[in-house]
């Protein structure tokens, strides 16, 4: 990995990203859902992720019908305006559904349990033809923001060249739904123990981000879904620092 030993003086901008940790309950614990991002991948190819990607201009809509903290408390949560806040949230319900299948929308006082029905609307937001609020208004749904919990916000490193503020958020399976792998953006996916996928990683099956590493070690301790979603979280934007090591590069945390 080439990498200059110190921040160029003007680091690239880092776009917003929307990231989606999506956890049913496993026992005595929780699984979570998780990516192998194809190698062709301009960013982090090959590696194992959650859900998640960068925000559209249109996830801004402020026509989407909307359930659950407004924009202004997500903007509380994650320390940006009301306008990024809004297309923070409606990121990560669309690409949720996207890269998985799930979609956290219905009514405001109901979840989808079959999303079936919108196979061809997934394939329009994907290839970008269909607007996440135009998806919304056609089928008559409400996105449900309260199915959200604010969960962490990492920037990545200044020395790289592509960079994200992604915004994590943790999100319950809805009831009903199944989580897939129907996306061209990941060669495999599928359910994990937490610490079944460090160990993964550890044992050089996988190779996780920091970011990824570090959120799924904060799930191990998580007894179900139901205590990760009543956590209380206070979220800091953390941008780690790459710094050369040999022929290695050690990761260093503000």
């Known amino acids: 990995m080439s990498l200059p ?3 160029p003086e003007r680091p690239a901008a880092a ?3 929307a990231t989606v940790l ?25 590696m194992t992720v ?34 990024v806040a809004r297309a923070l949230v409606c990121a990560a319900v ?26 061809a609307a997934r394939e329009q937001l994907v290839s970008r033809e269909l607007s996440l609020a135009g998806f919304l208004a056609g089928e008559g749904l409400t996105l449900r923001a309260d199915l959200l919990r604010p969960w962490a916000n990492w920037v990545t490193p200044e020395q790289e060249p592509r960079r994200y503020d992604a915004r994590f958020f943790l999100a319950a399976l809805p009831e009903g739904q199944h989580a897939d ?7 495999s996916s599928g359910w994990s123990r937490p ?3 460090i160990a993964d990683a550890k044992a050089g099956r996988s190779t996780l981000m920091p970011p990824t590493w570090f959120l799924l070690d904060e799930l191990i301790s998580c007894a179900s879904v139901a205590e990760a979603l ?25």
């Open 5 to 7: 030993a110190e921040p």
């Open 15 to 17: 776009k917003d990203a």
């Open 22 to 46: 999506l956890l049913r309950d496993a026992g005595d614990g929780v699984e979570v859902f998780l990516q192998r991002r194809v190698t062709a991948m301009a960013f982090a190819g090959g």
């Open 50 to 83: 959650f859900p998640g990607g960068g925000v559209d201009q249109r996830d801004a809509d402020a026509s989407v019908s909307w359930a659950g903290p407004p924009p202004a408390r997500w903007a509380e949560w994650f320390g940006c305006s009301e306008s």
């Open 94 to 119: 669309r690409e949720t559904f996207e890269e998985s299948g799930v979609l956290l929308a219905g009514s405001e006082s109901s979840t989808v349990t079959d999303t079936s029905q919108y196979a």
């Open 181 to 187: 792998g129907r996306t061209t953006e990941a060669e």
């Open 195 to 197: 610490a079944d996928a």
């Open 230 to 254: 009543a956590q209380e979280r206070s979220v800091r934007k953390i941008t780690p620092r790459l710094v050369p090591d040999g022929d290695a590069v050690r990761v260093e945390l503000p």
